[in-house]
């Protein structure tokens, strides 16, 4: 497929961010748009994450963007047309506290939830391990639990989304690298790539931790940083647990896939800030110490193997959301800091949206890049 001279919005990175809103905008009836990936699609943060759901978040927004993107997901093979399964598994998300204090913060957290229509409940100890039965309810105070939350598989979603775009004729090109993007008295005017120019009037950054440096290119500086983010799997064992099993405390996820296999990962502060995908035994010691705290069933789990990927991460862990000031054209859809998978079908409406003029469908307008500088930063501290 030859690179076209011009498009009508030019879309860069095919993860789910990039396929999500190149499918939403043609679904209205937008023509000749294109999306650029440097690599293959779901190649960066998408193919690389836990891949989880979840509604049960501190932050009305946020847990108005998850519910729309669930919604969404819930119906996604059918609205789609994907002959294969995007395998969406509500078996729900179980979150611990480990103290009175945060127990307290999570009994606000399901009262919000619930005057938003989520389902979620809170639990004793002892009513959560009658949902996972192997935790160790010495290890915590109290949790939450939403039937609702899930996972699925993040190359078939990923996938999903772009056939049915191309299927409306949207032109996704693959090993194609954004290397200038061209501006002419404050607006965009074309795309520059290692395959050629597109001219084009529209400009949308779904690139991940690399948004950062496709910014640069239109001199904007987007304060987002990557961080490395480590996963492991383990052997297929024999069904223990469905939910998916969290701690913001503890900064870990852990859940049992479908085939058998513990899926999982943690956080940490002090992982560098560069796009290494190398991971280490310092995460399998870490991880192993704390899963076998929580759930000690799985101390004798063998490891298969294990990744790492990377959070577009902004300073309030909040995404980036909209057009930029002073750049006619550009539309930033980053700085997920690790939640961009579970919203995704949520930002493709709101980015299309906002290119086509219309009212929103959830009010972001605080998220938007400006709010860094002006220091009204909107923190989300439910995230791992």
């Not at 690179?3 to 919005?9: D, E, F, H, N, Q």
């Not at 597109?198 to 500086?221: E, F, H, L, R």
């Not at 899963?291 to 909040?318: F, V």
């Not at 997920?336 to 949206?353: D, N, R, V």
Request: charged share 20%; with cysteine.
């Amino acid at each position: 497929m030859t690179l076209p001279k011009s498009a009508s919005i030019v879309i860069i990175g095919g993860g789910i961010s990039g396929c999500a809103i190149a499918w939403n905008l043609a679904n209205r009836g937008i023509k000749d748009i294109v999306v650029l990936e440097k690599d293959t699609l779901a190649n960066g943060s998408t193919g690389r994450c836990g891949a989880g759901i979840r509604m049960q978040w501190a932050a009305e927004k946020n847990c108005r963007l998850a519910q729309y993107s669930v919604d969404f997901f819930e119906m996604a093979n059918e609205t789609l047309q994907y002959e294969r399964d995007i395998e969406f598994e509500q078996c729900g998300y179980l979150i611990v506290a480990v103290n009175e204090k945060e127990a307290e913060q999570f009994k606000k957290n399901v009262k919000l939830q619930n005057s938003l229509g989520i389902p979620s409940v809170y639990l004793t100890p002892e009513e959560a391990r009658e949902i996972v039965p192997i935790l160790d309810t010495s290890q915590f105070v109290a949790a939450t639990f939403c039937q609702k939350d899930g996972h699925l598989n993040p190359f078939h979603t990923t996938d999903a989304f772009a056939l049915a775009a191309e299927r409306l004729g949207v032109k996704i090109f693959k090993h194609t690298e954004v290397t200038g993007i061209d501006v002419k008295n404050g607006r965009i005017g074309s795309v520059e790539t290692t395959r050629g120019r597109i001219a084009t009037d529209i400009v949308v950054n779904a690139a991940g931790g690399w948004s950062k440096a496709i910014g640069a290119m239109a001199d904007i500086d987007i304060p987002t940083y990557v961080q490395r983010h480590q996963v492991l799997v383990t052997e297929p064992l024999e069904p223990i647990f469905s939910p998916m099993v969290m701690g913001f405390s503890y900064n870990i996820y852990i859940q049992q896939v479908p085939h058998g296999s513990i899926i999982m990962g943690r956080s940490d502060n002090t992982e560098p800030l560069d796009f290494r995908t190398t991971s280490g035994w310092k995460f399998v010691e870490e991880m192993t110490k704390t899963c076998s705290k929580l759930l000690p069933a799985l101390r004798t789990a063998n490891i298969l193997r294990q990744w790492a990927g990377h959070y577009c991460m902004t300073e309030d862990a909040q995404p980036i959301y909209g057009p930029v000031p002073g750049l006619e054209g550009m539309y930033l859809a980053c700085g997920f800091s690790g939640h961009g998978f579970m919203l995704a079908p949520a930002t493709a409406q709101l980015i299309t949206e906002m290119i086509l003029g219309e009212s929103l469908t959830i009010d972001v307008s605080d998220l938007d890049v400006g709010r860094f500088e002006r220091r009204e930063l909107v923190f989300e501290h439910s995230v791992v």
